[in-house]
């Protein structure tokens, strides 16, 4: 019996001495527990952070490209105002070369030699000069309000100068 009350003591120690290192590890285990939910806690936060500045970052990333965008419209609605108003200058000069420039005189080789401003100035200038010259013969020929008529009156009246010189020179013989 006797045996039998130390091998109980000794089975009675063992227990304990576990029942002892079952509770420190369980003690352990809830304090790795508790420190494992603090990180999850604080994972989850900076996931959320993270997660609220990629948002962020996504919805500006939508607003710069809807800018970008309006911006592209307006640079192309720029370029196309741009070619329109290239294709009118060109049909403009065109149209200046075969109604003013070449009727003037100005052949294709004289136009070449200077830049278009100066040659705009240039024919200019011959249709001044032309039109003064038309108001001296019509004042010569006492064509009243010559010097005065705008440039549609006095073409007109240059039209029935050679009928006024006829009368002129059936008058004077």
Known sequence: MLA?????????????????ALRSAHKDMVSKL???????????KQ????????????????????KDSDTLK????DVQHLRTY????EQGWDR???????PLGYDEAQRELFPRDDLIQLAGDDCKDMISAC??????????DSRTCDVRELIQRM??????????QASSA
């Open 74 to 77: 307006k640079l192309q609605e």
């Open 86 to 89: 290239i294709r009118m200058a």
């Open 47 to 66: 996931l959320t952070e993270k997660n609220s500045e990629f948002i962020r970052e996504k919805a500006d990333l939508v607003e710069k490209r809807r």
């Open 34 to 44: 508790k420190e494992a939910e603090k990180k999850q806690e604080l994972a989850k």
């Open 4 to 20: 039998e009350a130390q091998s109980a003591s000794t089975s009675l120690a063992n227990a304990s001495s576990e029942l002892e």
């Open 159 to 168: 039209d029935l100068l050679s009928e006024r010189i006829v009368d002129l």
């Open 135 to 144: 108001r001296k013969i019509c004042h010569n020929l006492a064509i009243k």
């Open 96 to 102: 200046l070369n075969t109604d003013i420039m070449e």
